[in-house]
């Protein structure tokens, strides 16, 4: 039998609300959630439409 073991469920859930209804990937929305929760304000990103998103601020050229 296969586990999951996740440490922030609630961090979890926002992040697949967020990906369901957002232009970036899962991955990317679970990391800004993480570093949202110990206090970042944004994630840095070179995608320009994860960019647009709240908890991104757009770095790219």
């Given at each position: 039998?296969?586990?999951l ?9 926002r992040a ?9 990937d899962?991955p990317?929305?679970?990391?800004a959630?993480?570093?949202?929760v110990?206090g970042c304000?944004?994630t840095?990103t070179?995608?320009?439409k994860?960019?647009r ?9």
């Amino acid at each position: 039998m296969r586990q999951l073991i996740v440490a922030d469920r609630e961090v979890v859930r926002r992040a697949l609300a967020d990906y369901r209804h957002g232009n970036a990937d899962f991955p990317d929305h679970l990391l800004a959630w993480l570093e949202h929760v110990e206090g970042c304000e944004a994630t840095a990103t070179f995608d320009p439409k994860a960019g647009r998103q709240p908890l991104f601020e757009y770095i790219g050229p």
